[in-house]
């Protein structure tokens, strides 16, 4: 896997389309073109066959180093490197070579961005240029970025969904791309309710590897000897469906824990996990949870550093571990797992490390018993340098959490990606959080910029939803965006999306020579957030109105509310505070409070509900209702900082303090869900064509 990130394969190519010879965007061809051209004034071959031996000789000379390094270590990610197969000496050389050649990269793409780019795009519509969708909007094989842009319109998920739907359906044309739609990534927004379609071909796998086999030859530069220890990862998959036409549709992780690449990884330190693959390829949650957070203890003295995807994820594993403590202990204690492990696979996989050790029990053991787990991670896990899970955007409300179970160890955020593109690494992982950004990797698909606004008077962000045409005039390309300016993020990939607005906002921070570098600002439009799962305004308005008609026979009416994510609790959950105005005598029961709470849930979106019933990653929604004339004192209290009376509308989603302080302090009753909504794998109108 790593060997093919750093150096693209090299397929046969034509002297005509140099650009086009590498599934990396052409990233190396700006060397090779001008060696290409200086040979042939001297030597009378066939062209074809020139070109070819140059690009042979070219990769060959920068392989080097990794053949020698595929040469001496083991191929089967489960074997350790043994001293009769290579010195340490030999080993750390290689090592430092392979790190090296990954750094070589990113200065080389960064250097030259635009030329990349340039390259990346014209790849793109070479390719695609037979595809449905580039033909209706009359690109004609046009390849440059001046006819694109001018033909091609930016667009939304809703602009795109019938072409998507024909897909799911089972159309094989060439709609979107020239190769095969291989599977559909599910995303974490919502569309109609439903998670978004991205759609993806088996390439994708490959610069998506890419870009992992960046992130630790950039951590080694910061943090030294992490090839001598593992790393305790706590990684998931999640459910999975099948559209109406026999794609797989999931989210882009569970495709990749799922595939070769990561199953069948060749030995890498920097890829050695105390999850053996069977416990992360566990269906069942508890199951899945509970045997790796098993494995990391054994494996405790080992381990250098810790993480999750999301930082919601990994405290949700601390809290895992306050629950199940005892039990843990004892399968140490005795050398074998607990029966509610079912999973053959699993066990079998966990037998492997799990050996009787009553005195790394009795260690833990009276850890978790003492009073206090502040720090737990550092006392558990003494050797562990950082702590790396995403911290930016909504994931910030978590970082205190995690500073108090870890000591304040660095909290590292290492790449920025999507379902429908990865698109950057943190070249400065140990900076504070506060200070993360991304530099984009210019051959991962081809990017341009938004500009976006702040609203007078506010901090909101203007995104329009449709553009004009001064506005689509406006966009800039990767390397002509300014220093301090806010974006939003438009890419255009190998798989089929042409101009997509992914609706991040992102701010330019600096630059890596070429390449800009930006901050996460936020997602468009969310107002809550616990987990994966984002809800707008306007979804909460309509879950919030379906909500109320539970209130009619009681002749009562909402007068205000507003929202909070309540991340104080593992796990998180959403909270509503509720102004009510009754005009009946007739009390309302608990019971009508518990529907609303219900019928709030049954009306958000697919990503929330699923979080709440497969995931576990959310907890039960809570309702609060407040005091007669709660938000009129919230009004009050925003005009005494400054707010204008005239302009002042109730914010449906309030993070200040002193804000919830004041409506916990006129909370009358709370209320919660009481049981899940109701949520199945898929979309729903699949769901509804089954039967």
């Known amino acids: 896997?790593?060997?093919?990130?750093?150096?693209?394969?090299?397929?046969?190519?034509?002297?005509?389309?140099?650009?086009?010879?590498?599934?990396?965007?052409?990233?190396?061809?700006?060397?090779?073109?001008?060696?290409?051209?200086?040979?042939?004034?001297?030597?009378?071959?066939?062209?074809?066959?020139?070109?070819?031996?140059?690009?042979?000789?070219?990769?060959?000379?920068?392989?080097?180093?990794?053949?020698?390094?595929?040469?001496?270590?083991?191929?089967?990610?489960?074997?350790?490197?043994?001293?009769?197969?290579?010195?340490?000496?030999?080993?750390?050389?290689?090592?430092?070579?392979?790190?090296?050649?990954?750094?070589?990269?990113?200065?080389?793409?960064?250097?030259?961005?635009?030329?990349?780019?340039?390259k990346v795009l014209a790849e793109i519509l070479t390719r695609n240029a037979s595809v449905e969708y580039l033909h209706r909007h009359g690109l004609a094989g046009y390849t440059d970025r001046d006819t694109f842009k001018k033909l091609v319109p930016v667009i939304t998920y809703e602009d795109l969904q019938p072409d998507i739907n024909r897909i799911a359906n089972g159309d094989t044309s060439q709609i979107l791309c020239s190769s095969p739609i291989s599977e559909f990534?599910?995303?974490?927004?919502?569309?109609?309710?439903?998670?978004?379609?991205?759609?993806?071909?088996?390439?994708?796998?490959?610069?998506?590897?890419?870009?992992?086999?960046?992130?630790?030859?950039?951590?080694?530069?910061?943090?030294?000897?992490?090839e001598k220890g593992k790393g305790m990862y706590f990684l998931f998959i999640k459910s999975e469906a099948k559209t109406p036409g026999g794609l797989v549709a999931r989210p882009v992780l569970t495709s990749y824990y799922k595939s070769s690449h990561f199953?069948?990884?060749?030995?890498?330190?920097?890829?050695?996990?105390?999850?053996?693959?069977?416990?992360?390829?566990?269906?069942?949650?508890?199951?899945?949870?509970?045997?790796?957070?098993?494995?990391?203890?054994?494996?405790?003295?080992?381990?250098?550093?810790?993480?999750?995807?999301?930082?919601?994820?990994?405290?949700?594993?601390?809290?895992?571990?306050?629950?199940h403590w005892q039990s843990l202990c004892r399968d140490i204690r005795i050398g074998t797992i607990d029966p509610q492990i079912t999973d053959p696979s699993v066990r079998e996989a966990v037998s492997r490390v799990l050996k009787p050790d009553p005195k790394l029990a009795d260690f833990i053991d009276g850890e978790c018993r003492k009073d206090s787990w502040q720090g737990i991670i550092t006392r558990l896990w003494p050797n562990t340098k950082y702590v790396d899970v995403i911290v930016t955007g909504t994931m910030s409300q978590y970082i205190p959490t995690l500073d108090y179970y870890s000591n304040s160890l660095p909290l590292v955020c290492t790449m920025y990606a999507s379902s429908e593109c990865y698109f950057g690494v943190n070249l400065n992982p140990l900076c504070k959080t506060s200070d993360v950004s991304y530099t984009l990797i210019p051959t991962m698909a081809y990017f341009e910029f938004l500009p976006v606004h702040k609203n007078n008077g506010t901090n909101s962000i203007s995104v329009p939803k449709s553009l004009n045409d001064k506005e689509k005039q406006d966009l800039v390309d990767l390397v002509d965006v300014k220093l301090g300016q806010e974006y939003e993020l438009v890419v255009t990939t190998y798989a089929g999306l042409y101009r997509y607005r992914v609706g991040d906002v992102l701010r330019v921070t600096g630059f890596k020579n070429k390449a800009p570098q930006f901050s996460f600002v936020c997602r468009k439009n969310v107002v809550l957030s616990i987990d994966s799962d984002k809800t707008d305004e306007v979804e909460l308005q309509a879950a919030v109105k379906n909500a109320v008609n539970h209130l009619m026979p009681f002749d009562a009416t909402l007068t205000e509310y507003t929202s909070f994510a309540d991340t104080t609790t593992i796990p998180g959950h959403y909270v509503l505070y509720w102004e009510l105005s009754q005009k009946g005598s007739t009390q309302i029961p608990p019971s009508v409070y518990e529907d609303c709470c219900l019928t709030?849930?049954?009306?958000?979106?697919?990503?929330?509900?699923?979080?709440?019933?497969?995931?576990?990653?959310?907890?039960?929604?809570?309702?609060?209702?407040?005091?007669?004339?709660?938000?009129?004192?919230?009004?009050?209290?925003?005009?005494?900082?400054?707010?204008?009376?005239?302009?002042?509308?109730?914010?449906?989603?309030?993070?200040f303090a002193p804000i919830i302080e004041l409506l916990n302090s006129r909370v009358v009753s709370n209320y919660f869900s009481p049981k899940c909504p109701k949520w199945v794998p898929g979309h729903k109108q699949w769901c509804n064509n089954k039967n």
């Open 263 to 323: 199953k069948e990884r060749p030995y890498d330190p920097y890829t050695n996990y105390t999850s053996p693959n069977e416990t992360i390829l566990c269906p069942d949650s508890y199951q899945s949870m509970y045997s790796q957070m098993l494995c990391g203890l054994v494996h405790n003295k080992e381990v250098l550093r810790v993480g999750a995807v999301f930082a919601s994820g990994f405290i949700r594993a601390i809290r895992f571990l306050e629950k």
């Open 185 to 226: 990534l599910t995303s974490s927004g919502t569309s109609g309710g439903e998670r978004k379609l991205m759609p993806t071909i088996d390439e994708e796998m490959e610069r998506r590897s890419l870009l992992y086999s960046l992130l630790m030859p950039v951590m080694s530069q910061s943090v030294e000897g992490l």
């Open 600 to 655: 709030v849930e049954e009306s958000l979106n697919s990503v929330y509900r699923q979080g709440r019933v497969s995931d576990k990653s959310i907890g039960p929604l809570e309702m609060k209702i407040v005091e007669t004339g709660t938000f009129d004192k919230l009004m009050d209290y925003a005009i005494s900082l400054g707010a204008s009376i005239n302009q002042y509308k109730t914010p449906r989603c309030v993070k």
């Open 1 to 118: 896997m790593i060997m093919k990130g750093i150096f693209p394969r090299m397929p046969f190519v034509s002297a005509d389309s140099l650009c086009a010879f590498t599934p990396y965007g052409g990233a190396w061809g700006w060397l090779i073109s001008p060696i290409y051209t200086h040979i042939s004034h001297h030597f009378q071959a066939p062209k074809n066959h020139l070109l070819q031996l140059i690009i042979s000789l070219f990769f060959l000379s920068l392989s080097l180093p990794l053949l020698k390094l595929q040469a001496t270590m083991p191929e089967a990610p489960k074997k350790s490197l043994k001293a009769t197969t290579t010195t340490e000496d030999q080993y750390e050389y290689c090592l430092a070579e392979k790190n090296k050649a990954a750094l070589e990269f990113i200065e080389d793409v960064t250097t030259n961005a635009d030329e990349v780019q340039k």
